[in-house]
């Protein structure tokens, strides 16, 4: 099992730009997809971005590609997620997530931290 803490969320001016970490912990992980996803109020959870921990390959939802940029840290065992050109729609619970390569599921999950965009 791999545990996540999200940190970073907060209050934010559209427009605006914000940064969101995931510390990565637990059993050996340099097999593992990490993602974003985000939870508005009353929507279904999205995918917002992906990364391969070991090669480092990277995949965007299309709502945040061109404004949002996932990266990892291997020495701080970090994920993060730069958020910049923020919109009043990309308010919400954004929750850090792994699976092992291969699997159709992301089985490990973090508590979620919140973003809130205002206008």
């Known amino acids: 099992q791999v545990q996540l803490l999200e940190s970073g969320g907060g209050l934010v001016q559209a427009g605006g730009s914000l940064r969101l970490s995931c510390a990565v912990s637990?059993?050996?992980?340099?097999?593992?997809?990490i993602a974003w996803f985000r939870q508005a109020p009353g929507k279904a959870r999205e995918f917002v971005a992906t990364i391969q921990w070991s090669g480092g390959s990277t995949a965007y939802a299309a709502s945040v590609k061109g404004r949002f940029t996932i990266s990892r840290d291997m020495a701080k065992s970090t994920v993060y997620l730069q958020m910049s050109s923020l919109k009043p729609e990309d308010t919400a619970v954004y929750y850090c997530?792994?699976?092992?390569?291969?699997?159709?599921?992301?089985?490990?999950w973090g508590q979620g931290t919140q973003v809130t965009v205002s206008s």
């Open positions: 997530a792994a699976r092992p390569y291969g699997d159709p599921a992301y089985v490990d």
């Open positions: 637990g059993r050996t992980f340099s097999s593992y997809d």
